[in-house]
């Protein structure tokens, strides 16, 4: 049986993902993007026909890594999901949908979150529209549980 042969190319790649395996760190993490303004966000997903939706994480969270990596930042990408991460720690200012500045772990008590995550969706004037996704649910049905409440989020954005 002749050994399989790899080319220099696939050796580095195996190189790097066996290195970023070894430090704890995966190696594509997926990533969704923070901001400082959550009416500018909506402004922009209500012009495409999109609800924003808001997950709210919590640094080091399994549960929230698994939501971002396997839901939210896949659908960003495949389906241009518009999608913005705020942690429940974090003391950067960001805009609420009022004009207040206040810090990421202020807004999200302000909601009434306190478990990560939750991904809430929201319409026109800041409203939600659909109900809160709180908790990472059980993994093999969360995607369902997601796509039902994207469609109600949809409907109410396009009526």
């Known amino acids: 049986m002749k050994p399989q042969e790899f080319s220099r190319r696939q050796c580095l790649q195996m190189a790097l993902l066996g290195a970023a395996a070894f430090a ?16 500018r966000e909506l402004a922009l997903a209500l012009k495409s026909g999109r609800p924003l939706l808001v ?7 399994a549960f929230c890594k698994q939501v971002r990596d396997s839901h939210l930042a896949p659908m960003r990408e495949r389906e241009g999901l518009a999608v913005v991460q705020l942690d429940m720690r974090n003391k950067q200012a960001v805009v609420d949908f009022d004009g207040r500045s206040l810090t990421q772990d202020e807004l999200i008590r302000s909601w009434g979150v306190s478990v990560a995550p939750t991904v809430l969706f929201f319409g026109r004037g800041g409203a939600e529209i659909a109900e809160r996704m709180v908790g990472g649910y059980i993994p093999d049905f969360y995607g369902a549980y997601l796509d039902d409440r994207l469609r109600i989020a949809r409907a109410v954005v396009r009526a």
């Not at 594509?28 to 959550?38: E, I, N």
């Open 24 to 39: 704890g760190t995966p190696a594509l993490a997926a990533t969704l993007p923070t901001t400082a303004s959550l009416p």
């Open 55 to 61: 997950m709210v994480s919590l640094e080091g969270c």
